[in-house]
């Protein structure tokens, strides 16, 4: 059992509680199981019986009655509800719906789940985190394949503009990815990260430009807002994300990507690899469709930067 050492006055000691506003409701965003931590070392001895309960099972105290809760805890009904006033929550109602929004994060992120999944499986950690990168580009394949990306690869040959919006842990150095390899096919474009930016950009549009959205969940709002709003002024707009996603129903084109993470939660997510793939198709797409430009525009990049350099045929281009 894992308490986060901090004292928390007890409630006797002082005329305000742990959480001031305990009478209140407070965001619906509040992580309880936090709040239960922080707040147990200095509970009373029956109330940490409470919070030990509720952390070692989150699901099972969340579906339980109040009289289920005190009887395991061994502690009585009354203490339950002072523990949930203690908390932050009105009442034992509302604790129990904290939980069970808690609980519905994934098993994968509380203790059981976690430590399992680290030490379920005898192979190294190279191997794990390999086979979870190989096992996401594998369902990329066979969605991408498939994608029809003509619309999106013309969007991008005839845009006088392309700006690429990207936010988030990926996304954002995926974005400027996006206008390195843009950038080696003669595109003019530029990326933004910042959400107000990104609304500025999208209010100058045309007809004439392209936005490039990468959200691998396509549910960040300040996106969302910021490719309708480039709409409204009649931009297209590709996304890089999940089909079934409100970026994907937002946008006229969509470059597929498919987000599984595991119950390996200490590795970064593999679905970086899955958008950079997709990021890959697209531009060589792109690439084909122009060879003749697209080769004479690589030439040339070859050769500045070997006589800057030096180096063999087959070094990277730029990288």
């Known amino acids: ?57 989150l699901a099972s105290a969340a579906h339980a009655s109040i009289g289920e809760l005190a009887q395991r805890a061994g502690v009585s009904i009354a203490t339950v509800t002072r523990f949930a006033k203690t908390v932050g929550c009105r009442d034992v109602r509302e604790l129990k719906l904290r939980l069970a929004q808690a609980a519905a994060v994934g098993e994968r992120f509380l203790r059981g789940g976690a430590s399992a999944a680290l030490h379920g499986s005898p192979e ?89 959205a990468l959200s691998v969940s396509g549910r960040v709002p300040e996106l969302l807002d910021a490719c309708r709003i480039a709409r409204d002024y009649g931009a297209t707009v590709i996304a890089l994300t999940a089909p079934a996603s409100p970026l994907a129903r937002l946008a006229d084109c969509v470059v597929p990507i498919v987000a599984s993470e595991t119950d390996f939660i200490y590795k970064p997510s593999s679905s970086r690899y899955a958008m950079m793939m997709a990021l890959d198709v697209l531009v060589t797409e792109l690439a084909a469709s122009q060879p003749d430009e697209s080769r004479e525009l690589l030439r040339r990049m070859k050769h500045v930067l070997d006589a800057h350099r030096g180096g063999g045929e087959r070094q990277p281009l730029g990288d």
């Not at 580009?137 to 999106?152: G, K, N, T, V």
């Open 1 to 57: 059992m894992l308490f986060i050492n901090k004292r928390v006055p007890h409630p006797s000691m002082s005329t305000v509680a742990p959480f001031a506003d305990a009478a209140s409701p407070g965001p619906a965003g509040v992580d309880i199981v936090a709040r239960i931590a922080e707040c147990a070392p200095g509970l009373r001895p029956a109330e940490r019986h409470v919070a030990a309960l509720i952390l070692d099972d």
């Open 124 to 212: 190294p950690l190279a191997t794990r985190v390999f086979e979870e990168v190989q096992a996401a580009l594998a369902r990329s394949h066979d969605l991408l394949r498939q994608a029809p990306l003509a619309q999106a690869v013309a969007a991008l040959r005839d845009a006088r503009m392309i700006y690429a919006f990207g936010m988030g842990g990926g996304s954002t150095a995926l974005a400027d990815e996006l206008r390195f390899r843009l950038v080696r096919l003669g595109r003019p474009v530029a990326s933004y990260q910042d959400s107000l930016l990104q609304r500025m950009v999208a209010s100058t549009v045309s007809r004439e430009c392209a936005i490039v």
